[in-house]
């Protein structure tokens, strides 16, 4: 008898019977393609987990989340922006949060970045009534460098950004940062209680394993002490893995620069970084928003990297003030 | 057999053999038990304590419990405890080869959940011993056989997530370099190698294994 065999029957006498990690919703909640509850767009070939807040018609606020293979849930706070007389718009992107899961293969290549350009437009246009309608990007993280890539695209589409602490805007950019914020200490806690688990979740492909074994990791970001001032752990759906290694293969095989014709875009661009985070910084602010024609540098204080879920507070109100300028 | 002892590197790693030793059949002749402490690198850092007694058979062959556990500052929420048996199967003049299986228990504790995980190993070795030294090739894999998991951190962002026995979810494979030498009663040892996901699948995200052990015998 098989070792496994025995085991399985060992359990089944306890009453034990072993789950299948890839039974849908046991170990990462259920995407669209499989609830069909969720609220949903079909753009550009695939099924996006999305979500609107307001009155249709009015001025257009896209919140791009971070990661990449992050989700809006912890953005959500935005929403209340709809009160105040905007449209605001929440998606996961590509293969990620409640998204559909997609093959690895659609983010090959070099044109991985302009997939994820051309699906936010696409979610621009599913919910964009009128050609008058003013649209604003609000971007973090690896969001606000999607809303760069795409301003750098298409600068006549977008009447406004929000940018909060995008790494960088080129892949040099990008390394830089990184390596201050991803500072590795291999005898800590944090970092052994996601590496320790990696023996138990290997060689295995399927996408819900994969997005399960990166929320290990969770305890390394948020760990006490961060270099990115997290207070603690933030609200997520779902690690998209896929979808991160794919664009980081993507960055690192091919580069990237989101600012070769950031010139041709006037609005100003609300920039925020964090107080709390030692690994950005108002040098590295001033470094990265250098390419924008005009900026508007602003901090939020008391607050870590995902100033949006633990610096709303502080960052709301700078947000009205932008938004209300450009109206 | 005189010349039947064992020397037990090893120690460590989950499973299997990453950390863990086979015995060195040569190094001591009338030896009957040897402790042995490691440090080094397996997937992630780690230290590691293990034991085993010479079996009275007709070849060389020994039987051990082996503990490893991972650097931080929580001292036992993470480990992993292997009961091994090892024998020296082929042997002709200075050359040598060992099967190494075990069987064991392994902890995960972290804000994300906790896990028990049911694991078995092998590891086969072959190579060059004599009295004072050997040098070795190792292969081994280790397979979680089934696993329960308690979310933590996890329950809060998906409060439906399932907590209970799971079905294997993987194990890995590695390949390495063994060398060791007799220093007195104490044998040092010294393990590099490349580690994989099942069926080489995939790479931790240290791919790399290396490891330090002290071995005592009494």
């Not at chain 1, 759906?237 to 794919?246: I, K, L, Q, S, T």
């Not at chain 2, 059949?25 to 992630?44: E, K, L, P, Y």
């Not at chain 2, 009275?56 to 556990?69: F, S």
């Not at chain 2, 399932?162 to 007799?182: E, I, P, Q």
């Amino acid at each position: 008898m098989k070792p496994f065999s025995f085991l399985t029957l060992t359990l089944g006498l306890l009453g034990c019977s072993p789950a299948d990690p890839l039974s849908p919703g046991l170990l990462v909640p259920l995407t669209v393609a499989e609830d069909p509850t969720l609220p949903f767009v079909q753009v550009n070939g695939t099924t996006l987990h999305a979500e609107a807040f307001g009155t249709p018609g009015d001025p257009m606020v896209v919140l791009i989340h971070g990661g990449p293979g992050g989700d809006y849930r912890s953005l959500l706070k935005a929403a209340s922006l709809a009160d105040e007389g905007y449209f605001v718009v929440f998606y996961d992107q590509r293969g990620t949060g409640l998204s559909e899961r997609v093959p690895k293969s659609q983010f090959a290549g070099a044109e991985a970045i302009s997939l994820m350009v051309n699906d936010l437009d696409a979610v621009i246009g599913h919910y964009r009534e009128a050609d008058s309608q003013k649209v604003f990007l609000f971007g973090h993280s690896w969001g606000a460098m999607l809303a760069t890539a795409f301003i750098n695209q298409f600068p006549e589409k977008v009447q406004g950004a929000i940018l909060s602490e995008p790494g960088g805007l080129t892949w040099p950019q990008v390394e830089a940062y990184l390596s201050r914020s991803n500072k590795i200490r291999l005898f800590s806690e944090e970092l052994n209680d996601a590496l320790f688990p990696e023996q138990l979740f290997s060689g295995r492909s399927e996408h819900e394993i994969l997005d399960y074994k990166a929320a290990y990791f969770t305890s390394v970001e948020n760990a006490p002490g961060n270099p990115i001032g997290n207070a603690g752990p933030y609200p997520f759906w779902r690690n998209g893995a896929v979808a991160f290694d794919a664009l980081f293969e993507t960055g690192s095989t091919y580069g990237l620069d989101f600012t070769s014709n950031l010139n041709s875009f006037q609005p100003p661009v609300l920039f925020l970084y964090s107080e709390l985070n030692t690994a950005y910084g108002r040098a590295w602010a001033e470094e990265v928003s250098a390419p924008f024609s005009a900026v508007q540098l602003s901090v939020v204080p008391g607050s870590g990297h995902e100033m949006l879920w633990f610096g709303w507070e502080g960052f709301a109100p700078q947000v009205r003030t932008y938004l209300s300028s450009l109206k | 057999m005189k010349n039947t002892i064992f020397l037990l590197l090893g120690l460590l790693v989950p499973g299997l053999s990453t950390m863990a030793q086979q015995v060195n059949w040569r190094a001591f002749d009338s030896v009957n038990t040897v402790v042995g402490v490691q440090i080094g690198m397996d997937i992630n850092t780690a230290y590691g304590l293990s034991v085993a007694n010479r079996l009275p058979m007709g070849i060389p062959a020994a039987a051990g419990i082996e503990y490893w556990a991972p650097f931080g500052n929580r001292f036992i929420d993470d480990w992993n405890l292997m009961a091994t048996m090892q024998g020296e199967l082929w042997r002709k003049g200075s050359w040598s080869a060992t099967l190494k299986p075990s069987l064991g228990l392994r902890r995960v504790e972290s804000p994300v959940a906790k896990i028990v995980s049911l694991n078995a190993g092998l590891s086969v070795s072959g190579g060059y011993l004599t009295n004072r030294w050997g040098a070795l090739v190792e292969a081994s894999v280790d397979q979680s056989l089934a696993s329960h998991l308690q979310h933590g951190l996890l329950k809060e962002t998906y409060p439906s997530v399932y907590d209970g026995w799971y079905k294997s979810m993987g194990g890995t494979a590695r390949l390495g370099l063994l060398a060791n030498v007799a220093l007195g009663q104490n044998l040092l040892s010294v393990k590099l190698g490349r580690s994989w996901g099942q069926f080489f699948a995939d790479s931790p995200t240290i791919p790399w294994y290396a490891s330090v052990s002290l071995v005592r015998y009494f």
